[in-house]
């Protein structure tokens, strides 16, 4: 059994400094620091009159609605391609039980 390692991540988002424990490797840790930084820094442009907490509530709610939108993405993707699958593995099915006669 391996022993897991947290490493500590500090940033900052809206002039709050952030300390992270993360298990992730440091290139997604990173990614994903830019991703909320980025995300939180354009909703303060165009909400300038909101506080801080609800411009990170804000930014969460969009993060996740992305998310979703993503998933049902890769669902129907999957599902597309799971078709293509069972149509092509048909096709070979047939075509071998026909040289097989």
Not at 23 to 39: G, R, Y
């Amino acid at each position: 059994m391996g022993m897991s390692h947290y490493r500590a991540k500090e940033f900052q988002v809206l002039g709050q400094k952030i300390v992270m424990q993360t298990q992730a490797e440091a290139d997604l840790a990173l990614k994903a620091i830019e991703l909320v930084e980025k995300k939180v820094a354009a909703l303060a442009e165009r909400t300038e009159n909101l506080s801080p907490h609800q411009v990170a509530v804000l930014a969460l709610l969009e993060m996740a609605g992305d998310l979703i939108k993503d998933r049902a993405a890769m669902d129907q993707y999957r599902h597309e391609l799971d078709m293509r699958c069972t149509t092509l593995l048909t096709t070979l099915a047939d075509q071998t039980e026909s040289r097989a006669i």
